[in-house]
Structure formats: structure tokens, C-alpha cells
């Protein structure tokens, strides 16, 4: 039994009632932690989470991570922090991009003090695959909360607060992400947009991206990042495989084109995260680079470090066709409800 356990733990959520929040709470209160706490700036969306859970367990805290009092009222008498909040979407960060900064980065730097100061035992950072190689600025703003994130790791070496980081890929059937709009297309009868159909994502699933969060929660030294391995498929072929789910036969497709900041494939982990990664079976982990800016010894002798590898991608990670990706979309409670149980 590890130490950092969810059971008669008090657990903070930011950006509690997005996807991965709620279906994190709901895990959290399956598993018995004494507390979870929600804090986000949407009352709409704490009312509805409140009528649908009923468990007096749950907190609801409103405020906003750009808002360091409202972070600290919150994290305050916590064990756990899973910091999830962020502007994700990437075409809107494209045309806010400071909006991108206030809240993917100061916010970060806000839940991550108030965490150290509060003695939290340990905080878990959600970044995405966009902080990798980042042509985008959602994924450059992720990429900095990333690199804050090591900061305070390690400066913060003897601290009992664990700080660590996980990155995962499109997660399917999150609000805003391409499937519900494409059964929403289908349902409708309308041409269905695809951007290009030779681009590659990654799938995973909300319980995946749980276990994940979990995973690092339980495993983490301070500075860790952690990835979980995953399939990917082309946007073609997501769109047939739902298409199949759905029982819909020759959608008909309209190609709109890449939009902005969107990449050909994802990346989630870069040739030199590969040159130090450790491969635990289905999670790979990167440790913190401790070096301190005292660069002398390096002028001396240097340092021997093995050539990067290719970047771990959703071009060359498993890659699933029309039928393995229709098993793993049947796998997903969610589509399951979408489509009725079909």
C-alpha cells in the first residue's frame, strides 16, 4: 500500500466539471476519498455535477486559476492536486493567445505554489501531446506549464510535495472532442467535415486517462513525467469506424482543411525524452533532469549522452484500421450511450 492513496484522502480537481474531472470524481468516489473538492468558474456546470452525483462528499469551490486567493481557498487542507484546468482548444488559443498564458501558465504557477506552500503530498499537472514540438500556442502555453512544473520540482527536491506530469493524447468522447461531432453529423444526414483524412491522433479512453493521472499519482518521484502508450488511427479512418458504430453507411465526407495551428500528427514523447525514458510496459516515464545551471564541470570534461531516438508519434505508434478501431470505440461506455447501445 502506497502512501499517496485515493482512499480517506482530501483530492482538489481544477477544472473539475470538464471531462476528465467529472469522470475523475466519479472514480475518486467509487474508491473512497473523504472529500473531493471541485473548483472551477462555471456554477452552471457545479449545479448540474451537484444533482447528478448527490454525494456529500463533493465540495464545490468557484474561482479561477488565474486567480491566485480563489487557488489558494481551495488547495488549502488538500492531500492530492490534479491540475486539469486549461484553455484546450486550439483554434481559440490561436486567436487568444494571452488567454492561452493567463490560464495554462500563471494558473499552473498559482496551483503549484499554493500546493507547495499548503503541504499538499503531491500534485499531478495534465499536458497533452501538444506540448510537444508545439507549432500551436495551446501547446506552447502546455509546454511552459510543463517546464514550470520541472522548476519547482527542482528546486523543490526536498519538499514532501511531489510534483509530476502527465501527457496524453485526444481523449475520445471529451467534450469538444471530434466524435460527438461526427454522430452528431451523421444523426443530422449532413456531410461530415473532416480536416484531412491522412492526419493521425492518438486515442485513449477517459478511464485511461484516469488511470494515468493515477498512475502518476501513486509511482511519481517529484520531476516525473509520465506518457501511457496508445494506439492511433488517420481521422479517415475514426470517421468509418463511427460511422460503422453508428450503422451509417457511405457518409458522405466534406474535407474543410487544417485549421488553425493544427498539426499533421501528434507527438507524445520527443527524441530526447526518448533517449531518457524508462519503458514500464504500458507507461513510459521521464525522469527530472537535476543539472543546476553551474555549467563549469561541463566546460571541462562535457558529459556522454546517448543520441536521441525518433520521437515516440501517432505516425509510427501502433496504427489501427477500420476494424480494430470500431472494437476499441465498442469498449467506450460513452459511445455506447451515443449511440444507443448499438
Sequence with gaps: MTKRQLKGSVVTITGGTGSFGSTMARHLLGTGAAQVRIFSRDESKQD?????LRDDRLRFYIGDVRDEASVRQAVRGTDFVFHAAALKQVPSCEFFPMEAVATNVTGSWNVLRASLDYGVKSVVCLSTDKAVYPINAMGMSKALMEKIAMAFARDNQSSETVISVTRYGNVMCSRGSVIPLFLDQLRAGKPVTITDPSMTRFLMSLAQSVELVEYALTEAETGDLFVRKAPASTIDTLLQAVARVARVSDPEINVIGVRH??????????????????????YFRVPLDTRTLDYRPYFDKGEMREAPDSAYTSHNTNRLDIDATVELLKTLPEIMSLTNGR
Aim: overall charge negative; glycine content about 8%.
Design 48 to 52: 448540474a455535477m451537484r444533482h447528478a
Design 261 to 282: 495551428g493544427e498539426k499533421t500528427f501528434e507527438s507524445l514523447l520527443s527524441s530526447e525524452d526518448v533517449a531518457h525514458a524508462e519503458d514500464r510496459g504500458e
